[in-house]
């Protein structure tokens, strides 16, 4: 479909690809890949025509469309989001209302007149192309999109201009699926969707009939969605069959043979150079020194690409703390008419590292607040643990950066202990890298800002992380720098993302935000689905017990029967502090089970059936633990009724 032969492009003086040779053939799944500035976006604006090669060919087959979905900046107004997306399909619109002309002129004419047949003939072709067009489920495929795309029902006929940037990316993508053009070039398309959208994305993907050339820094969604990779590497295109995960493997074994054959030229030139030295002036060997001399101006020599340095960051390791971090006990939480919570009960747990999950507008920056405790709860009850420290990464968190330091001078303050190449290595991973260190904070993009926020955090933790979308904005590099330091955080992380590999890896519990409720599921995002797909989870480590009193009057818990046991003599007090120390030995090794079981559903791998064997026991264990603690904290309350 369309076709680029010996194709050249550059950026002021830097060449982004040169000698590009590249057929998109219909019904391609291709992902664009490559460090930034590497040229992928200009790629698909090329592609897309809106912008031109600086030499080469670039051929297009007659009539192919194509639609582009830049990363931001579309925006629409003066229709609701349903008429916007209907809009897509004109001719099949055009159609509709010339179809209610016709039929109106029919019941005017002379049915035995010529004008009559003339206008039935019209009325049957305007019908059969009508239909061909599929223009009586236009609005069926518009509904379908719309809810794929995560638009709740009521906004459907809101207008577009009372929508957020985000959703009006959302709003462009929606028209773009529903066109269907021969080559969807998608930049970024999954920026603005949660996790429920992107699995609805994903599986119309696979379904699209055409081809499509996605840039992207999700690898789970390309994994999922792509059969081609075209690498932009050191100024060429380099060409991959299969998905994110071959390509990467692919790619190593590629850049080590290019090593392998730039040490043989390598001792291949120093061969010719030492014989040429030493033969020169030796008129018995000046045909074999000829024949070398010219063997060197013929050689093709060898690049070894500049190599970007893989960042090695580890966090300064806090201070312990105690074994449960922040406990919610019946929590809810509203905003006027506008419930988000309703009694949620929950227990963060010293080494847990959580992913929060679910829908737009579901509640789960509302919950990071609420575990920071920088947003009031209406009622219920939040306990923070022994010495816990906290740090929260909102999404707007570049506000509360100096807007007038300087970004390397603030870093430095930031991490006095660090060596100033540590720092800029550190802020090169996340994108910083040249003039952009000596950059008044205030001067950066609200993503850039937020980028610089997250890299400070690293420096100095506390025990308690709570991030807010830490992953938005940052590339693949950056990402690894992140999933890796956290994974070799020993404190307590609850996050939200929308990278399903990073919650994959990062994640040993997920908690599924949505309803006024908060679940725990053990487990990364795939034994999330899969728990939801077999209707079961495990419950909060405190049981959430909903009230019956009616609405306005006061809620009180029924006190347990143990506590109307008063007094103890010697021998009961010794017993209920003996049975104390077994369930607290017996907490011990069921929590280093639970790790064991947890590390094990890391390492299963594709193995389904197996890692559905592990999440039973982890469920089981996960169980049996509660029932510990209630004992625990039973026999406890009844020690110290005692006095």
């Known amino acids: 479909m369309i076709r680029f032969a010996n194709a050249r492009m550059r950026y002021g003086d830097r060449v982004l690809f040169d000698g590009l040779d590249w057929l998109v053939a219909p019904g391609d799944r291709i992902g664009l890949v490559g460090d930034n500035g590497t040229g992928k976006t200009t790629l698909l604006k090329i592609i897309d025509g809106s912008e031109r090669l600086e030499s080469g060919l670039i051929q297009r087959q007659k009539r192919i469309q194509t639609g582009y979905l830049p990363q931001e900046g579309l925006t629409f107004a003066g229709k609701t989001v349903f008429e916007e997306c209907v809009s897509v399909f004109t001719e099949a619109v055009q ?9 109106h002129r029919m019941g005017e004419v002379d049915p035995e007149g010529g004008e009559f047949q003339t206008v039935l003939d019209r009325y049957e072709w305007c019908s059969s192309r009508y239909q061909a067009l599929d223009g009586y489920s236009k609005e069926a495929q518009v509904g379908t999109v719309l809810a794929g795309l995560a638009f709740p029902r009521a906004d ?12 009006q990316m959302r709003v462009a993508l929606a028209k773009l699926l529903l066109a269907k053009p021969n080559i969807l070039l998608l930049d970024e398309p999954t920026n603005h969707l949660d996790l429920e959208a992107r699995n609805w994305f994903e599986d119309y993907l696979k379904g699209y009939p055409h081809a499509f050339v996605i840039v992207s820094h999700d690898r789970f969604f390309l994994d999922a969605t792509i ?30 043979q290019i090593r392998k054959a730039y040490k043989a030229q390598r001792d291949r030139i120093e061969q010719l150079e030492v014989f040429i030295n030493r033969f020169r002036y030796k008129a018995t060997k000046a045909r074999q020194v000829q024949s070398r001399i010219k063997e060197l101006e013929r050689m093709d020599r060898i690049e070894i690409p500049r190599e970007v340095k893989t960042i090695h960051f580890r966090f300064p390791q806090p201070v312990h703390s105690g074994r449960v971090v922040v406990e919610l006990d019946r929590v809810a939480k509203s905003y006027g008419e506008t419930h988000v919570f309703e009694e949620v009960s929950l227990r963060i747990e010293r080494g847990d590292r959580i992913a929060l999950v679910g829908a737009n507008g579901a ?8 575990l920071a405790d920088t947003e009031p709860i209406n009622s219920g009850r939040r306990t923070e643990g022994y010495r816990v420290g906290i740090d929260h990464f909102a999404q707007d968190q570049y506000k509360e950066l100096d807007p007038d330091a300087i970004v390397l001078d603030d870093l430095l303050a930031h991490g006095p202990l660090m060596a100033e190449s540590e720092l800029r290595g550190l802020l090169g991973s996340f994108l910083f890298s040249g003039d952009d260190v000596f950059k008044p904070i205030g001067v950066l993009s609200g993503g850039e800002r937020n980028r610089y926020a997250l890299a400070r955090l690293l420096l100095r933790p506390s025990n308690l992380l709570l991030l807010d979308e830490p992953t938005n904005h940052l590339d693949m590099r950056a990402k690894h720098v992140l999933l890796t330091a956290l994974l070799g955080f020993e404190g307590t992380i609850v996050f939200v993302s929308h990278d399903r590999y990073f919650i994959n890896r990062l994640a040993n519990k997920v908690i599924h935000v949505g309803s006024g409720e908060a679940e725990v599921y053990p487990g990364g995002y795939e034994d999330f689905l899969w728990y939801r797909q077999h209707g079961t989870a495990s419950r909060p480590a405190v049981k959430r017990t909903k009230s019956k009193t009616k609405k306005g009057a006061a809620k009180v818990r029924k006190p347990r029967r143990l506590r109307r046991r008063r007094t103890l003599g010697p021998a009961g007090i010794r017993s209920i502090r003996g049975r104390i120390d077994t369930i607290e030995r017996e907490i011990e090794e069921i929590e280093e089970s639970s790790a064991k079981l947890q590390e094990a559903l890391q390492m299963a791998g594709s193995d389904r059936q197996g890692r559905e064997r592990t999440l039973k026991k982890l469920e089981a264990s996960q169980q049996k633990m509660q ?9 406890s309350e009844m020690l110290a009724s005692q006095g």
Do not use: M
């Open 363 to 370: 509640g789960k920056s509302t919950l990071i607040r609420i």
């Open 227 to 256: 059969q081609k990779v075209v690498h932009l590497w050191n100024r060429k295109a380099h060409f991959y069959t299969g998905n994110y995960s071959k390509f990467e493997r692919l790619k190593d074994e590629r850049l080590e």
């Open 156 to 167: 459907w006929d809101r207008p577009c201009e009372h929508f957020s940037g985000g959703w």
């Open 627 to 635: 029932r510990r603690e209630r004992e625990w904290a039973e026999l």
């Open 95 to 103: 159609l509709e209302a010339e179809l209610e002309e016709l039929a």
